[in-house]
């Protein structure tokens, strides 16, 4: 299985081993983080991406700040400065600051102590992600029965935006094993193309079926009855089960409402902000120009011309069929709000 995101420890400590997910699916390269610095850049240049690889992010990170400060010789306030940095480098997603403040909150017991909540927190990711992927694909099971099903998805919750196994990706994963699922519909997920480059790379790894379809095709793949349900991952779920997700979620869940196929959000319990009310007070991240204005390099648009590239957008709560983490499924178009307390 792909491990996305590493801890390697050495005499001297040890340092965050990351797959460079630019660079698939050409190569499978890896970089080897020893500094706050160097995960930040890698944490806003997608080297590193997904919700839940994000909280192991913040979690490691922690301890290669610690190790960092060592080295440097930096005092209390540019360590606890150095930690903010971090939390707060992706402000969408949710998860890199949770799991840096989780580990955060051990450092006065030390080094060991920070590693070893660093690892719990990515052991959980992968034993939650299994869990709610036979969560899940039964919820799916019980809804359209246990005939071989059609799926599309919307940018990448495999194994590379996870610890492991995957959360969206997880459940297809599951419904092959148990030989219930037909075909993936794969958006290529502009402007970064994870669908293309991420979850066909990690579909064909598993030998499952799919297709890439442009994302401006998703729509009309829902409504022509080609596919039974969607599903994605999420980088923010709110108390009353809004959903925040990568550019494009929404427009799949509206076809779907059309459709009347379940729209289904799969992420670990760690993705839910309880502390906020609704996806309308949640922090849309807006990305460089260059990502929609070029391409390889090479400039597509009229000099001067400006894009809008937000990263993610909301889903509303009333659009979400199911949202499944490993402590169960809850159904948020039908159920009394708010879904998540404090």
Request: charged share 20%; hydrophobic share 45%; glycine share 8%.
């Amino acid at each position: 299985m792909t491990k996305a995101i590493e801890w390697i420890s050495t005499p001297a400590g040890g340092f965050l081993r990351l797959i460079d997910q630019r660079a698939l699916p050409a190569t499978t390269a890896y970089l080897d983080i020893t500094t706050v610095a160097q995960l930040i850049d890698a944490v806003k240049t997608l080297t590193v991406r997904g919700a839940p690889a994000l909280g192991a992010a913040g979690a490691y990170g922690i301890a290669v700040a610690m190790l960092e400060s060592k080295r440097d010789g930096w005092g209390e306030a540019q360590l606890r400065a150095a930690f903010e940095q971090l939390a707060d480098a992706r402000p969408t997603a949710v998860n890199l600051a949770w799991g840096a403040k989780q580990v955060a909150a051990q450092y006065s017991h030390g080094f060991e102590a920070v590693l070893t909540a660093a690892h719990k927190i990515a052991r959980a990711d992968e034993a939650a992600n299994r869990k709610l992927s036979q969560l899940g694909a039964d919820w799916l099971t019980s809804k359209l029965g246990k005939h071989k099903l059609r799926a599309i998805t919307h940018c990448n919750t495999g194994a590379l935006a996870t610890t492991a196994w995957g959360t969206g990706y997880g459940i297809l994963h599951e419904l092959h094993t148990r030989g219930q699922l037909e075909m993936v519909y794969v958006d290529e997920t502009r402007p970064l193309l994870q669908g293309t480059r991420l979850t066909s790379w990690e579909l064909t790894q598993d030998g499952i079926p799919h297709l890439v379809q442009v994302d401006g095709a998703a729509a009309s793949t829902i409504l022509r009855g080609l596919v039974d349900f969607a599903i994605i991952g999420a980088d923010r779920i709110t108390a009353n089960g809004d959903s925040a997700n990568k550019i494009g979620s929404l427009a799949l869940a509206l076809a779907c409402a059309r459709a009347q196929i379940p729209f289904i959000v799969a992420a670990p319990y760690s993705t839910v902000d309880a502390t906020t009310a609704s996806g309308n007070l949640v922090e849309i991240e807006n990305r460089d120009d260059a990502e929609v204005l070029e391409l390889a390099g090479v400039k597509l648009a009229s000099p001067g011309v400006k894009a809008f590239n937000p990263a993610f957008d909301v889903t509303p709560h009333d659009l979400i069929s199911a949202i499944v983490t490993e402590r169960g499924v809850v159904e948020p178009a039908v159920t009394q709000q708010p879904l998540f307390a404090p």
